[in-house]
């Protein structure tokens, strides 16, 4: 069957399934940024948005969040348009292999949304469902206190 | 010194990441696609007497199943290993016998993965089970016998004793142990035992394969080896080389894991018979229960020394499970030799045995450490405890003892990789300022000082306080074996075409090659265009294992660069009427020696070369075997907190000093370094495989399984001291292995010096903590 779905901003028409995950239905859509690490709600690689808020996709049913505006990793930024989140991944070398990050990018970013100026601890319980077994977390944790600072630097100019 | 290399330049592929963009298997889908689901034995050991697939077939949408029956049974090794393979072959695609549970049974091609799901609970398998071996120490000589008679067999000339369930015997001699040993005055001689481990890269591993336009098969697939994969699924699925195209496209993460050839041949062997484009994607639960893992490991470490610390002779033994079959079960136990043993060169009397078994548990592959992980638990104890008993600083006596440049060790010679080994002398090494520098940025003598079991810090306190330390050696390459090979043109704007059989895990390795061939024709990273891991289009790699990227493609990037810079330092000479001894490179043009005005730029050049006078492509390649396979060198400090009521060993600070030569790129080599060693730490501290009495792994979950998060780990230092390797490109070493080897003796050796008692018995977890602090000493 086919039925809208509001993503990253726009109304799109997808197919699925009626007992589809979210995950599902976006990788099927060709929504491929969306990784799938366990398909059970414990690596975080899936990853979205739903109202700014950071779930896991596969242990979302679609049909349940129809009305609800979904956001991936591509509906913060793009390879033309990056987020400064995606920009200060790179920068500080939070990105390895690459299969975590727009699930952890998009975790930061609905933390920093919400605490544009988070502690270190704030930082780690807002990734603390997000597994990646190549960074050791390290550059990670870097990436998203650069990206603090320099939404920080944002707000300070246009001011 | 350099301008492109060792410097911190940002991943090439970190922007397409980061956004989403760049493709992974999964990522990968074709009209007409089939879905293939595979059947996993669920007892660890059992024959299959028949397999009746008929009510299956009737199924909708069930377009191909795979089994013995239809199956050429054919014996290989699963191992991406060089070729003649080093492991044994033990192992069929779909055989009669199940050897583990998680062992292939059948696998479905259906229209859709419900149906294949569907389809394989309709297949009709009698099973009669037999006993299993499920413990290392009943393997050898027991009467049930793993591999009875399926021919298994080595492909090289090696000791293998199926009939004993012996797959892989390593003995190495230096000097005479036993008499040294029974003549030393002091002695120590302890059991160690490591557990299995699960790579948990977050992508997992997948497969999939179409037909291209001219019937050849394309598979794109989660690899380290696409060249091995292309080799063994060749002869697997009995399709010429010539047919096969393998391509690894972005890969989420490998560790060895992905060194295996698993899926691929399944997929193949899908597409090739019903000309249908196949996929295959395992579960979370496939991957722990089904793929490789680490090998458990027993060893016994035997030390004969003297009132001063001066050891006379060490021997060290291993036992390890390879479980059902037997990939990788040589090299990993010989590597536990061969990556310890030549540390304390001084040592005149070295003995290392080791034997792998078969048993009817997950089996054993490639694994970051590969073996070394494994024999430094016990060594990197044993050395703490000469000192602690010698009353000598152990930072010191690594320093006195350790091998040094110009120096060798018998055992390099001695332990190869299913042959002799090849001797070499250390040229680079920064052990002694890693030592150094280690103990400052840890403040070692302050704790140590301060901690200790009888300490007044720790004092009838229930959080006790202790620092330990280890030094580790790894290596770079197989020597003399693995080949890697790089293929560079020349664009008319000046860009590259950077073509490489390496392998990008997601290390980094496109852009570290990138800054290697940068520096080499001083043109800017931007202006290559790097492509890798394409058996038609790349040339020849051996693939990423054995820590041999940076080190090997490295220098097979370094030598094609320098053939591009001749021809372009030729046809520069010939713009500017000069000869080529009156002209250099510099900034992406040649000019003159004399007048630097005089200039043509790489575009110029280009263009001249491929449109005015005496054209030609300006293209070259070139290979790179490594004559050696010089160590990097790691020093780590560990700082913890036990907490004596609870057994919650808490990491309080890592320091992690190391000599992988000239880091190309100083940020991603820290990300080796890092990621190592949170892997080696949540190893220590509690990643462990749980079974059922019989056999099968009960957490095959992340969240059963326990991988550290963002919020469980210590602050970590990493320092990279820089030595200059010569055999390398800019005097690279290897560094993704070394530091997975650290945690588990750093810790070990911490918690002795905040309790006075011995961690011999990995993972450290609260419960067996509690269990050691317990015993009566």
């Given at each position: 069957m086919k039925k809208n779905f509001h993503i990253n901003g726009s109304v799109k028409e997808l197919e699925l399934s009626p007992n589809d995950t979210l995950l599902q239905?976006?990788?099927?859509?060709?929504?491929?940024?969306?990784?799938?690490?366990?398909?059970?709600?414990?690596?975080?690689?899936?990853?979205?948005?739903?109202?700014?808020?950071?779930?896991?996709?596969?242990?979302?049913?679609?049909?349940?969040?129809?009305?609800?505006?979904?956001?991936?990793?591509?509906?913060?930024?793009?390879?033309?348009?990056?987020?400064?989140?995606?920009?200060?991944?790179?920068?500080?070398?939070?990105?390895?292999?690459?299969?975590?990050?727009?699930?952890?990018?998009?975790?930061?970013?609905?933390?920093?949304?919400?605490?544009?100026?988070?502690?270190?601890?704030?930082?780690?319980?807002?990734?603390?469902?997000?597994?990646?077994?190549?960074?050791?977390?390290?550059?990670?944790?870097?990436?998203?206190?650069?990206?603090?600072?320099?939404?920080a630097a944002e707000i300070k100019e246009t001011e | 010194m350099f301008k492109y290399v060792n410097q911190p330049i940002e991943k090439i592929d970190g922007m397409a990441l980061v956004t989403g963009e760049e493709k992974y298997t999964d990522d990968f889908a074709y009209e007409n696609m089939l879905y293939v689901s595979v059947l996993h034995s669920g007892y660890a050991h059992a024959k299959i007497v028949d397999i009746d697939d008929s009510e299956a077939r009737k199924l909708h949408g069930v377009v191909e199943i795979l089994h013995y029956k239809n199956v050429e049974q054919k014996l290989y090794t699963t191992a991406g290993q060089g070729y003649p393979e080093p492991s044994p072959y033990d192992t069929m695609l779909f055989g009669q016998t199940m050897r583990f549970v998680g062992d292939n049974v059948c696998a479905v091609a259906a229209e859709s993965k419900a149906i294949a799901d569907e389809a394989l609970k309709k297949i009709k398998i009698t099973y009669k089970v037999l006993k299993p071996i499920l413990n290392l120490e009943k393997s050898e000589g027991s009467s049930i016998i793993i591999h009875k008679d399926d021919g298994a067999f080595p492909k090289i000339p090696v000791y293998y004793d199926a009939k004993n369930n012996i797959a892989s015997k390593v003995e190495a001699n230096v000097g005479d142990f036993d008499t040294a040993f029974k003549n030393s005055s002091r002695k120590i001689e302890h059991d160690f035992y490591c557990s299995y481990g699960a790579h948990c890269a977050i992508e997992p591993h997948g497969a999939v394969a179409h037909l291209d336009t001219r019937g050849r098969l394309v598979i794109i697939s989660t690899t380290q080896v696409p060249f091995h994969v292309r080799r063994i699924v060749s002869f697997v699925a009995d399709i010429p080389v010539s047919k096969i195209r393998v391509i690894k496209p972005r890969l989420g993460g490998g560790f060895g894991g992905k060194q295996e050839v698993l899926l691929?041949?399944?997929?193949?062997?899908?597409?090739?018979?019903?000309?249908?484009?196949?996929?295959?994607?395992?579960?979370?639960?496939?991957?722990?229960?089904?793929?490789?893992?680490?090998?458990?490991?027993k060893t016994k470490l035997a030390v004969g020394y003297e009132p001063n610390g001066t050891i006379n002779a060490l021997h060290?033994?291993?036992?390890?499970?390879?479980?059902?079959?037997?990939?990788?079960?040589?090299?990993?136990?010989?590597?536990?030799?061969?990556?310890?043993?030549?540390?304390?060169?001084?040592?005149?009397?070295?003995?290392?045995?080791?034997?792998?078994?078969?048993?009817?548990?997950?089996?054993?592959?490639?694994?970051r450490g590969y073996g070394a992980t494994e024999s430094y638990l016990g060594y990197g104890q044993v050395i703490d405890m000469v000192?602690?008993?010698?009353?000598?600083?152990?930072?010191?006596?690594?320093?006195?003892?350790?091998?040094?440049?110009?120096?060798?060790?018998?055992?390099?010679?001695?332990?190869?990789?299913?042959?002799?080994?090849?001797?070499?002398?250390?040229?680079?090494?920064?052990?002694?300022?890693?030592?150094?520098?280690?103990?400052?940025?840890?403040?070692?003598?302050?704790?140590?000082?301060?901690?200790?079991?009888?300490?007044?810090?720790?004092?009838?306190?229930?959080?006790?306080?202790?620092?330990?330390?280890?030094?580790?050696?790894?290596?770079?390459?197989?020597?003399?074996?693995?080949?890697?090979?790089?293929?560079?043109?020349?664009?008319?704007?000046?860009?590259?075409?950077?073509?490489?059989?390496?392998?990008?895990?997601?290390?980094?390795?496109?852009?570290?090659?990138?800054?290697?061939?940068?520096?080499?024709?001083?043109?800017?990273?931007?202006?290559?265009?790097?492509?890798?891991?394409?058996?038609?289009?790349?040339?020849?790699?051996?693939?990423?294992?054995?820590?041999?990227?940076?080190?090997?493609s490295g220098q097979a990037v370094k030598k094609c660069a320098e053939k591009i810079k001749e021809q372009i330092l030729k046809v520069g000479a010939e713009i500017l009427a000069l000869s080529v001894d009156e002209v250099t490179i510099e900034d992406a043009r040649v000019i003159s020696k004399v007048n630097s005005k005089d200039e043509a730029t790489f575009a110029e050049i280009?263009?001249?070369?491929?449109?005015?006078?005496?054209?030609?492509?300006?293209?070259?390649?070139?290979?790179?075997?490594?004559?050696?396979?010089?160590?990097?060198?790691?020093?780590?400090?560990?700082?913890?907190?036990?907490?004596?009521?609870?057994?919650?060993?808490?990491?309080?600070n890592y320091v992690a000093t190391v000599d992988c030569g000239t880091p190309i790129n100083p940020i991603t080599a820290e990300g080796q370094v890092e990621g190592a060693i949170v892997n080696g730490l949540s190893y220590a501290l509690f990643e462990n495989y749980y079974f059922s009495p019989h056999g099968k792994m009960l957490n095959d979950t992340f969240g059963k399984y326990g991988v550290y998060t963002a919020y469980d780990i210590p602050p970590i230092t990493v320092e990279l001291i820089k030595s200059y390797e010569e055999s390398g490109p800019f005097g690279a070493k290897s560094i993704s292995e070394i530091n997975i080897n650290g945690a588990l003796p750093g810790i070990a050796n911490a918690f002795y010096n905040a309790t006075g008692k011995r961690l011999f018995n990995g993972p450290f977890t609260p419960e067996s903590v509690l269990k050691v602090l317990n015993e009566k000493s």
């Open positions: 239905t976006l990788r099927n859509n060709n929504f491929t940024e969306v990784k799938c690490g366990c398909n059970e709600g414990e690596c975080g690689a899936c990853t979205v948005l739903l109202e700014n808020k950071a779930v896991n996709s596969c242990q979302v049913l679609s049909m349940s969040v129809q009305e609800k505006e979904i956001t991936t990793v591509k509906g913060i930024g793009t390879l033309y348009q990056p987020h400064l989140v995606q920009t200060s991944f790179v920068e500080a070398g939070g990105d390895q292999c690459g299969f975590c990050s727009p699930g952890m990018a998009l975790a930061a970013y609905s933390l920093l949304q919400e605490n544009p100026n988070p502690s270190r601890d704030e930082i780690l319980v807002a990734l603390d469902g997000n597994l990646c077994r190549c960074t050791g977390y390290v550059k990670i944790i870097d990436a998203v206190e650069l990206a603090a600072r320099k939404i | 691929e041949p399944i997929v193949a062997l899908m597409t090739w018979r019903t000309k249908r484009p196949a996929k295959l994607i395992y579960s979370r639960r496939e991957v722990f229960k089904s793929t490789r893992c680490r090998h458990e490991y060290l033994d291993a036992l390890e499970n390879a479980g059902g079959y037997g990939s990788h079960a040589l090299t990993v136990l010989a590597n536990a030799g061969s990556k310890t043993l030549p540390l304390l060169n001084k040592i005149p009397n070295l003995r290392f045995t080791g034997k792998g078994v078969y048993t009817n548990l997950p089996c054993g592959g490639a694994y000192c602690e008993d010698c009353n000598l600083d152990v930072v010191e006596y690594y320093k006195k003892w350790s091998i040094k440049s110009g120096e060798t060790s018998a055992i390099f010679q001695a332990l190869g990789e299913g042959k002799e080994g090849v001797a070499m002398n250390i040229g680079s090494t920064s052990l002694h300022e890693c030592l150094d520098e280690g103990a400052k940025l840890s403040h070692w003598y302050e704790k140590k000082k301060l901690y200790g079991a009888h300490s007044e810090f720790n004092k009838g306190k229930r959080l006790k306080r202790g620092i330990g330390m280890v030094a580790l050696m790894q290596g770079s390459a197989i020597p003399e074996i693995d080949m890697a090979s790089a293929y560079i043109k020349m664009n008319d704007d000046a860009s590259f075409n950077l073509n490489v059989g390496a392998t990008d895990l997601g290390t980094g390795s496109d852009t570290v090659l990138a800054q290697i061939a940068s520096e080499v024709l001083d043109a800017p990273i931007e202006n290559f265009i790097v492509y890798s891991s394409d058996t038609d289009f790349t040339p020849f790699d051996t693939g990423a294992y054995a820590s041999s990227t940076t080190y090997l280009c263009q001249y070369a491929l449109y005015q006078k005496n054209q030609f492509q300006i293209q070259a390649s070139a290979s790179h075997v490594s004559p050696k396979s010089p160590p990097p060198f790691a020093v780590h400090f560990i700082e913890i907190e036990v907490d004596t009521f609870t057994g919650i060993i808490k990491v309080l």
